[in-house]
């Protein structure tokens, strides 16, 4: 008999020990009774014996065969966030797996599925010939239908027809998979700056981090492809992070048709339950040799990993805002050095804590300076500056009249505003009073399609009201702009125009999305107006004109990245532009046209952008040149949270571990759902520094009642 020490998901930081009958280890998953509940844990430890008193020690009831252990490399992952994010380790773990493998619910056994023949090939009749090319291979041996694309690249629908007409049936195959034909399709010549990016990856022998900095449109995608070439041609698994938008499809669509015979699988929160349990457990096999998924992917069973390429590095979805608060790009790069790999992180805009790592030599740098189609120009950027120009709710009559040339020219438009709804706030002429949100510290956004005050923070919403609630005048108008207000205001403008908006709100019926981009491709559409959703990654050949509205809200920020942000999307957006034959335009209305960072960016200079905030971060103290933990809680009861966070602030003083120890502040939204929030902001010069300090502070012995607390480490957020 041993003892298992299991990992719970239970907010607890601790393992909980059970007695094991049968033989159990390391990774394996079990089912157990936890306060009279049961529940699925995984083994961390098997040992001896317990400091748990004999009589109170319950027995594993099942251990569950029915998938492989978790490897060894993956519970040291899973460890070591749990350390760095000083997170309980049993929801780390768990947290980290796919739904059905936390849930008491037997498995479909993970087979490797094949088809075999039961019925003699001859007889099939002579006109079917990709038909018979597939029988006559199976009459060799069963085979999975990866293999038999590569005989016809239509296979699949060949084989569900064979199946129906029962010449052929399922059937698990026993052997390991061969591994595919990595066959890179429709491959570039790379140019000379590209063929160097690659070379350089995989030059390097083990771990490297390498920061591929590339312009828009200078081809980052085709040294990914070309590096996954080489290393599918070694053997090698690959894992490909890709941030949380709803491009994974036509992503994973892209990189099959780039290696047509390579099993890929891609993990994503949009799967069912089912597809995600099976590409995992594909990763986990060997089967799937391309994994690509957005953050929760770096948690993938890989057992023959060589290469990870984090896209877009710099992007905010890297970063999970709740539970286990990790960044996706940060324990990938962790992940790499563990595992001895090379990891590649690309962007336009990358990161100030990535760029500073490569300036101080901890990454190597990589660039691609040119556009990798000789033909295609960066877009021509400008400022409209609004305290000069004729503005009709909104907008400048300089853009008005850029979209109307375009639309005249059969050209599209996109304004970018990064706010959905009508307008930001509906306000009183007579008396002064706004539509503020009665649960949350903000305002209801007004949104005129379905006639409802909305807030976009708690969800809560009611009608317009007809008279203004405080002087019951009629004296209500909204202030601001949102998409609603623009889609409306160029429609008066130019009545025959094809306007679609994009949006959270006109994108949440499922196919939406998938169904505009159709329509923007076929030219169907004269403007489009949307928020950052369209910001990326999309390639639309007929647009040519950029307007970007409202990014000034950026530069009143409290949150010391907002220009940063604002800086990346405007780069990101504005790569939209021009990117077929025709050069594009960005124009973005501000009322600080000499701001430094609208100065870089109509030259494309990121890198002189990058040097002022890195001065800047150097002489206030922020990171990437210090390091930071956010201690945040929340509470219906306003001095409960005030006390507990002055309390832990006592306590962090009390250490005297040389961190910075600021004061207790509310948080940016100081109210939410009727919850009170505040924070609390520690800064250490190291991170080692900092880490030493948070194993010392103790705060999960102050009482917290009913409050809902967090540490955040690497915060993000202000
Ligand atoms: P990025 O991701 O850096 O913005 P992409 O990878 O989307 O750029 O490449 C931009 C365009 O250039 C794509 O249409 C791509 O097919 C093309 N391209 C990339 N590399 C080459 C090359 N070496 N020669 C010709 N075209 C290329
Ligand atoms: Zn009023
Ligand atoms: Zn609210």
Known sequence: MSIARIALDVPISTLFDYEAEEPVSRGQRVLVEFRRRKQIGIVMEVVAQSDVP???IKKVIRVLEDCEPLSEKLLDLLQFCSDYYHYPIGPTVLSALPTRLRVDKPLAKNMRQGFRLIRDPSQLPARKTVARRILEELVKKPCALPELRRLAPTAGAQMRWLEMEGWIERSELKDAPSLPAARLANAHRLTPEQQQAVDQVLQSSGFGCHLL?????????????????RILQQGGQILLLVP????????????????????LVSLHSGLSENARLQNWQQA???EARIVLGTRLSVFAELPSLALIIVDEEHDGSFKQQDGLRYSARDVAVFRASQSGVPIVLGSATPSLESYHNAEAGRYKLLRLTRRAKSESRLPKMGCINVNQSVMTEGVSERLLAEIGARISRGEQSLIFI?????????????CGWMSDCRHCAGKMVLHLKDRKLRCHHCGSQQGI??????CGKAGLHPVGSGTQRVESLLQARYPDARILRVDRDSTRNKHAWQQMREQIHANEVDILVGTQMLAKGHDFPSLTLVGVLGADNALYSADFRAAE????????????????DKPGEVLIQTAFPDHPLFRCLKHHDFDSWASQLLSERRMAGFPPFVFQAMLRAEGRNENEVYAYLEKARDQAIALQRGVEVFGVVPASLARRANHV?????????SRKLLQQFLRDWRIDEIPAGKLHRSLDIDPMEF
């Open 565 to 580: 942000r604002l800086f990346a999307q405007l780069m990101q957006v504005s790569g939209r532009a021009g990117r077929a």
């Open 54 to 56: 004999q009589d109170r």
């Open 418 to 430: 990064n706010r959905r709804g009508y307008a930001p706030v509906l306000m009183c002429a007579e």
């Open 284 to 286: 986990q096999t060997g």
């Open 213 to 229: 900095h590339g312009i828009t449109g200078s081809g980052k995608t085709e040294v990914y492809v070309h590096l996954m070439h």
């Open 465 to 470: 009201p007809a008279a203004c609630p405080g």
């Open 677 to 685: 929030r505040a924070q609390l902001l520690i800064q250490a010069k």
């Open 244 to 263: 949380e938008i709803n491009l994974t499809p036509q992503l994973e669509g892209y990189f099959q048709s780039r290696f047509p015979e390579v099993p």
